[in-house]
């Protein structure tokens, strides 16, 4: 059975830092592709950050330089650091991957206060 799990959300102010993790499991983590997502209220979903299996990375233009995804596949957990936090950074951040359909976790809550 696979299943994400996010943690690290919270509320923070501009400026501020935050580590999100994803937990994954009931896949072979090392070999996946793994995404950030995040939806704002009203917004679309987008992609965040990307990580292949090997390590390479993948950014949105927004959060290039201020953001770094990670991951861990001895813990099947990948990360994203997230520092010089912007309101607009605000939303809800999704890890996901795709295998035939795309798998979502429930999300985390990071809000950004001016």
């Known amino acids: 059975q696979v ?3 996010e943690s690290g959300g919270g509320l923070v102010q501009a400026g501020g830092s935050l580590r999100l993790s994803c937990a994954a499991s009931g896949i072979i983590f090392s070999i996946r592709t793994m995404d950030w997502y995040r939806q704002a209220p009203g917004k679309q979903r987008e992609l965040v950050a990307r990580i292949s299996g090997s390590g390479s990375t993948n950014y ?3 959060v290039q330089g201020r953001f770094t ?3 861990d596949n001895a813990k099947n957990t990948m990360y994203l650091q997230m520092n ?3 309101p607009e950074d605000t939303g809800v951040y999704y890890c996901s991957f795709e295998r035939g359909f795309r ?3 429930q999300g985390t809550q990071v809000t950004v206060s001016s």
Do not use: M, N, P, T
């Open 60 to 62: 949105l233009d927004s």
């Open 3 to 5: 299943q994400l799990v």
């Open 103 to 105: 798998f979502w976790g």
């Open 84 to 86: 010089s936090l912007k």
């Open 69 to 71: 995804v990670s991951r």
